[in-house]
Structures are given as C-alpha cells and as structure tokens.
C-alpha cells in the first residue's frame, strides 16, 4: 500500500482538460510544500513535471500545472494531447524518518 | 549535465545480496544541496522509495526495506551504493538511482524533489 493515495487510472480526449489527484497526510502533503509530479512513459525513467506543489521545471509544458488544497495535491493537465498518455505519480517529503514517499501511480489513457 | 547511472549484476540468486553503484558524473556527489537515493519498481508496479544518503553519510530508509537496506557513499569515487540482502523473487525490479535536492525548514532538512534519475537497471531475483 502506497502512503500517498491516487486514482488509478484517469482517461480525457484531446484538448480535453484532466485532474489527478494525491491525497496524503499531514505529515506530508498537508505538512509541506514538496509534493512533486513524475510522468512516466512505459521502459523510460520517470521524469519531473512539477515540483513544490506547482512549479514547473524548465522545459516542461505549462499545459501542467499543480496545486494543493489541505491533505490533497492535484496535476492538472490541459489542452490533452496523445503523447500526454503515461504513468503520473505524486510525490511528497514525510516528516517520518523515510524522507520520501511515493503516491501509487495514475495511468492517464487519451482516448 | 548531470548524469547518473546505475551499474550492477542483472542476476541475483535468491536468500544472497543486491548490490547495485551509481556513478554520479557532471556534478559532485559531495554538494551540501542533495541528497542521493534508490528508487525501484516491480515490473508493471509503481515507484517505491528505497532510501537516501547525504555525503557525509547519514541515511533515510524506508520502514519496510530498513532491515535488509544499506547504502553508502564513496565520494572519491563520485559513487555510492545499495546493498539489499536476502532478496526474495519479490525483489525483483528495475533499480533507478536519484539525486534529491535538500532544504531546511522548521528546524530540520527536508526535500524538494527528485530531480535527475538514472536510466534505470533490471535486476532479476531467480535461482
């Protein structure tokens, strides 16, 4: 069981605007602002998307945004586009003594 | 640029021990701005965070990992390491070394994100 919990799997048509979820505690996601956002295309390494809850690294698309509302963080993706379907996984600091953890995973399908 | 990359035997037996290197070129393994960790994942599974390592050696493992986990640094080498013992086929998995970055807040260190990642390395858990 994972310690961050997301749908699994979320499905929108091209141009269509989609929300993934990830809801924690508040030892982590309610706690802090380090909830980050990995997209994952199958036999590739995960890559950052967001990282302190909605800010996007260099290069990545501001059709993602993210956002965080009390124990709950969200990955919004906009304007949907085919090479957008992929694993997402959240992703925040824990004050527990693991420093890490992860959310189980969201399988986004364009349809 | 940063580059990790993970290097280690594909094949472990089981009941013996996991020992996988990432080398860390492009940066020093010894900034005071990261820390350095283990990821895997369990074919068609998600993610599941290992463990981390400062360079000065202090660690964080996972709960459920601690008692068969050990990783360490070599800062000589730009490299550090993860030992899992008594592997079981439940191990099985690709292995991603990472580098978090580090902060400071409310009176102790934290972190932001993983940032880079290796490319990742199969290791297979079969007699």
């Known amino acids: 069981q994972s310690a961050l919990t997301q749908p699994a799997s979320v499905s929108g048509s091209p141009g269509q605007s989609i929300t993934i979820s990830c809801t924690g505690t508040s030892s982590d996601v309610g706690g802090y602002n380090y909830v980050s956002w990995y997209q994952q295309h199958p036999g590739k390494a995960p890559k950052l998307m967001i990282y302190e809850v909605s800010n996007r690294p260099s290069g990545v698309s501001n059709r993602f945004s993210g956002s965080k509302s009390g124990n709950t963080a969200s990955l919004t993706i906009s304007g949907l586009q085919a090479e957008d379907e992929a694993d997402y996984y959240c992703s925040s600091y824990t004050s527990s003594s693991t420093l890490w953890v992860f959310g189980g995973g969201t399988k986004l399908t364009v349809l | 640029q940063l580059q990790l990359q993970e290097s280690g035997p594909g094949l472990v037996k089981p009941s013996e021990t996991l020992s996988l290197t990432c080398t860390v070129s492009g940066g020093s393994i010894s900034s005071s701005s990261y820390y350095w960790g283990w990821i895997r994942q369990p074919p068609g599974k998600g993610l599941e965070w290992i463990g981390s390592?400062?360079?000065?050696?202090?660690?964080y493992y996972n709960p459920s990992l601690k008692s068969r986990v050990t990783i360490s640094v070599d800062t000589s080498k730009n490299q550090f390491s993860l030992k899992l013992s008594s592997v079981t086929a439940a191990d099985t998995a690709v292995y991603y070394c990472a580098r978090v970055p580090r902060c400071y807040v409310w009176g102790s260190y934290c972190a932001i994100s993983v940032d880079y990642w290796g490319q990742g390395t199969l290791v297979t858990v079969s007699s």
């Open positions: 390592i400062y360079y000065s050696g202090s660690t």
